[in-house]
């Protein structure tokens, strides 16, 4: 029989991806820092990310023909500078550190989002090798790059059409960048992840199908604030996890 730790990990899973069915992001945000507090941060960010890319290919959010290119382009080698220091730091960083930098990082986007969201955000060409650099780290190190990427090409793009594959495809760069740093210098997820990942792969279509059953029945505007507020929560206890440790 599962575990109560494996059943709550792929519940966490099903939370997680049907926000994102909902709207369109924030699924690596809620499931990382909620299985950190029983899960090695080392073992989850492969894994949720080796989902993240599975599911936002379902969501069906990459229309190639939409893709501003471009921009994609000047964001690669940012990326892949940023997921070389990411595989690097955690063996010259304590683990509380990290957990305390990602519970800080979410407390700062849900605070974003509570408080500043209707703020524009302008962004040069000149801002995508710093966004690209930071988008790389974050995704290898927490697998929560989204913020990130939203916030660059949020302020460069201001057609939804274009804007929403272009972020899809940037999303999907950097988890692959950050898959293939990682896989070069430690080993992928094997053993009970295997069956994890097979449970939840299983798990992700039906999750983003009920996502978007709820979405056609909610203001998405209620469901952003409270997904920040849930945001709010978890990066807080994340925060003081790594404090007491």
Do not use: K, N, Q
Not at 44 to 58: G, H, K, S, W
Not at 184 to 196: E, K, N, Q, R
Request: aromatic content about 6%; proline content about 7%.
């Amino acid at each position: 029989m599962p575990s109560i730790e494996f059943l709550a990990t792929l519940a966490v899973i099903a939370a997680g991806y049907t926000v994102l069915g909902v709207t369109g992001f924030g699924s690596a945000l809620l499931i990382v820092p909620v299985l950190a507090h029983w899960l090695p941060l080392a073992e989850v960010v492969p894994a949720i990310l080796l989902l993240d890319v599975f599911a936002c290919v379902l969501l069906g959010a990459l229309s190639f023909r939409s893709v501003a290119w471009r921009e994609l382009a000047a964001l690669v080698p940012g990326m892949l500078a940023g997921a070389a220091f990411g595989v690097i730091l955690p063996s010259h960083v304590p683990a509380s550190l990290l957990l305390g930098v990602l519970g800080t990082l979410i407390l700062l986007f849900a605070l974003r989002g509570l408080l500043l969201a209707r703020l524009p955000v302008l962004a040069t060409r000149r801002l995508a090798a710093p966004a690209g650099l930071a988008a790389g780290m974050i995704e290898t190190l927490f697998g929560v790059a989204g913020p990130v990427v939203v916030m660059y090409l949020g302020g460069r793009l201001g057609d939804p059409v274009v804007m929403r594959p272009t972020i899809a495809v940037a999303i999907v760069a950097a988890s692959t960048t950050a898959l293939v740093a990682i896989g070069t210098h430690s080993p992928m997820p094997s053993g009970d992840w295997i069956a994890l990942l097979g449970a939840g792969a299983a798990i992700v279509p039906v999750a983003l199908w009920a996502g978007g059953r709820i979405a056609r029945r909610l203001r998405p505007a209620a469901v952003v604030r409270l997904i920040h507020l849930l945001l709010l929560a978890s990066g807080g206890s994340l925060l003081a996890r790594a404090l007491a440790m």
